[in-house]
């Protein structure tokens, strides 16, 4: 049938047609697939994409490969409605990093044509996509992240359902009668746009506001999330699609900042506290009269590993407004700022400047010691780290500049096999560390915005929400299709589970790092699929390869790696490369694109994740004559940038059975190893090939080679 029929196009172009021999390939992929072959010199202009869409179109024919240039550049002139395209890289990992017209590199050529039909043969079309049956979206929160996401959402053209705890909308910016300012000059204060955002919410026919509400339970996926919450006493459910967690934060507990003299004297206090005296009135008096000096301690418990290891970012900012208020209310009063140094980023440094021109605002760099009563005044006693000496300030008021903490993020109360928490930071700020998409959580379906992400200003939450809010309501469209979220974006493909073979081990379950999977009672998964970020960790973690994805699969993997033609001649190295797609595989493009040599023994498989790599990926290697194996993945740990979260992490822990393996086959460990790549390694990675091709050469061929 013409829906069977598989079409490689071969393109001649950058430089490809004089590095190798196209007929050549055409032949083998001919005579070995019964591929139907098409040379052409731009596949990829105007008359290249004219002619695969005629064809496609007269021929009928389904699955498509290109051979030219890497799968990660021109998709939008290669992506066919109901058809299979795979793309087979001729140019950065082959005809633009090795010696032209040689015969390893043709070898290197012809193998990857080969890996790409047998991928192309194998692979199917994705079922249809499962019912969802919401698209609404919750925001959980009503200050001005919850506001701004709400409103973002609903103009988007989504309805809303806004869901605050407290019984008024606002959050902590209701007891604030001025921001630092975000527009120009940026000198004054400001008054926050809250009032005109809760006016615009409560307006809009799309958001209905739940007040005075907590949430009990959440479960489901995204596109079905069932939602148990409270409200007036009585329990009720609502259904939703996406959720964005926009809980905010809490100032820091002074109490535990005794030796600075909160709940010793009633004049020191808080900066949130001063904030509620300026909104309703004015800042206190001290014992009936003005103060004359008032001094500021800055990172009151922050950037302590006692208290707070991190900064709040906004302190600096809210004590130099404060500041400013203050000396307005009491012209005659001295206001002394005491801190490890004053970080006012981007625009927020003409403020400083602005503070700086008051005559009767002092600066001092300095580490607080301690603050305590001094007859009816405050002695605050700090060391002056710039002239290394013991200072000494005397104050009627002092106000402690403490940091930011995030509210609970098991505020939704998740009904997860992994715990009811949206994982958090070692901060405890909802984990996301995506930079491309920062609003993303390890929940799918589930956006983090404003404070619970990292400590921001006003301005910085209002922006952080509208993208959170715009994403929501992109995924919503997505999960109606079936469409992956972020990082395999419009991946239409799931995983299935051959589950007559399942032994319930549940380490499918435990590993996924995104809670994709729950189990029943024996232990058997059961997969919630708009949870899936399409990873394949469960794939590489199934001892019984009983996981597998229509175009992603242990058979799809181990028949590439079987396509590899390995040479009898001892003296020929073959090396299998098992790159992660989203750091080691473009690096290795970088490499091509500079033009950078390095062995052509390599052969590379783009890997969804380094922990969907099986241990019979290298069994199979192995015992086919391949001399060894590297698999390239994402640094892990604290800084990880691994996408999938711990997928490389997970392929390190797995190099214990990858040892095992080896030793059952009486092989050298060191033929396999695992390296942590970032996308700028690109000047890294060929020396780090060769090294290893020379390490293996060291150790001479693999005993099964010939076999």
């Known amino acids: 049938m013409a829906a069977n029929k598989v079409r490689l196009y071969i393109c001649t172009g950058c430089g490809i047609g004089e590095a190798l021999d196209a007929a050549a390939l055409g032949a083998i992929a001919a005579q070995e697939y019964g591929a139907q072959v098409v040379t052409h010199p731009h596949l990829c202009g105007p008359e290249g994409g004219t002619l695969i869409r005629e064809e496609r179109e007269r021929e009928g024919c389904q699955r498509l490969a290109i051979a030219a240039c890497s799968g990660r550049v021109n998709a939008e002139v290669f992506t066919l409605d109901q058809t299979l395209v795979e793309r087979i890289n001729l140019r950065e990992q082959v005809a633009w990093c090795h010696e032209p017209a040689t015969e390893e590199t043709q ?72 921001i630092s300012p975000s527009t120009p000059p940026y000198r004054e204060p400001q008054v926050p746009p809250l009032a005109e955002k809760v006016r615009a919410v409560q307006a809009h026919p799309r958001v209905q506001v739940l007040l005075g509400a907590e949430i009990e339970k959440a479960a489901g996926e995204p596109g079905a999330f069932a939602v148990t919450y ?19 934060w809490e100032p820091y507990d002074a109490t535990k900042l005794g030796h600075l003299g ?137 106000v402690l500049a403490t940091g930011i903490v995030p509210r609970a993020a098991a505020t939704l109360n998740l009904d997860y096999r992994q715990g009811p928490d949206v994982p958090s930071q070692h901060y405890c700020f909802a984990d996301s560390n995506f930079i491309c998409w920062p609003y993303e959580t390890q929940r799918t379906g589930i956006f983090a915005a404003g404070c619970v992400r990292e400590p921001q200003s006003v301005a910085g939450c209002i922006e952080d929400a509208a993208g959170a809010g715009l994403r929501a309501a992109q995924a919503v469209t997505l999960i109606k299709e079936g469409a992956a979220l972020h990082p395999r974006v419009g991946d239409l493909y799931y995983p299935t589970f051959f589950l007559q073979r399942c032994t319930q081990c549940k380490r499918c379950t435990e590993e996924c790092p995104f809670g994709a999977l729950d189990e029943d009672a024996k232990g058997t998964p059961q997969l919630n699929a708009n949870r899936c970020r399409r990873c394949g960790v469960c794939m590489g973690a199934c001892p019984e390869r009983l996981v597998s994805f229509k175009n992603y699969s242990i058979d799809i993997i181990t028949s590439m790696i079987k396509a590899i033609e390995v040479p009898e001649d001892e003296d020929i190295q073959r090396i299998l490369v098992l790159a992660c797609e ?66 490389s992490e997970l392929a390190s822990k797995r190099m214990d059975n ?17 390296e942590q790549v970032t996308m700028d390694d690109w000047d890294r990675l060929p020396r780090l090939l060769d090294d290893f091709a020379a390490e293996l050469a060291d150790l001479g061929p693999n005993p099964y080679k010939g076999f």
């Open 658 to 674: 990858v040892r095992e393996t080896l030793g059952r086959l009486r092989v050298e460990p060191e033929r396999v190893r695992l």
């Open 230 to 248: 409270k409200q007036n006493g009585n329990s009720a459910e609502l259904g939703a699609a996406a959720i964005v967690l926009a809980t905010g």
């Open 107 to 178: 070898a290197l050529a012809t193998d990857q044509v080969r890996m790409g039909l047998v991928k192309l043969q194998k692979s199917d079309f994705p079922e249809p996509a499962p019912a969802v049956s919401q698209e609404r979206v919750l925001v959980v929160g009503g200050g001005i992240a919850g506001l701004t996401a709400a409103l973002e959402v609903a103009n988007a053209g989504r309805e809303v359902t806004l869901l605050e705890r407290e019984p008024v909308l606002g959050g902590w910016l209701a007891n604030f009668a001025y």
């Open 262 to 398: 909160y709940g010793v004297s009633p004049n020191v206090i808080t900066g949130v506290e001063l904030e509620a005296e300026l909104k309703n009135g004015g800042a206190r008096l001290v014992n009936g009269r003005a103060p004359e000096s008032v001094v500021f301690v800055q990172c009151a418990g922050s950037r302590d590993e006692n208290h707070l290891p991190y900064c709040s970012s906004v302190c600096c900012q809210a004590s130099l407004k404060q500041a400013l208020l203050l000396r307005q209310q009491f012209p005659q009063a001295n206001v002394f700022i005491l801190h490890k140094d004053i970080r006012t980023p981007g625009q927020y440094e003409e403020f400083y400047k602005r503070v700086q021109e008051d005559p009767q605002i002092f600066f001092l760099r300095g580490e607080v010691a301690s603050v305590a009563p001094d007859g009816g005044n405050l002695l605050v006693s700090a060391t002056d780290t710039q002239l290394g000496r013991s200072v000494a300030v005397q104050a009627d008021l002092v």
């Open 582 to 647: 989203n750091d080691a595989y473009p690096a290795l493009d970088l490499a091509g694109a500079r033009h950078s040599k390095y062995s052509a023994a390599v052969r590379t498989i783009s890997l969804r994740c380094l922990g969907s790599t099986n241990v019979v990926f290298i069994a199979d290697a192995v015992s086919r004559g391949i001399d060894g194996v590297l698999l390239l993945g994402c640094k892990y740990g604290d800084d990880y940038q691994c996408h999938f979260i711990k997928g």
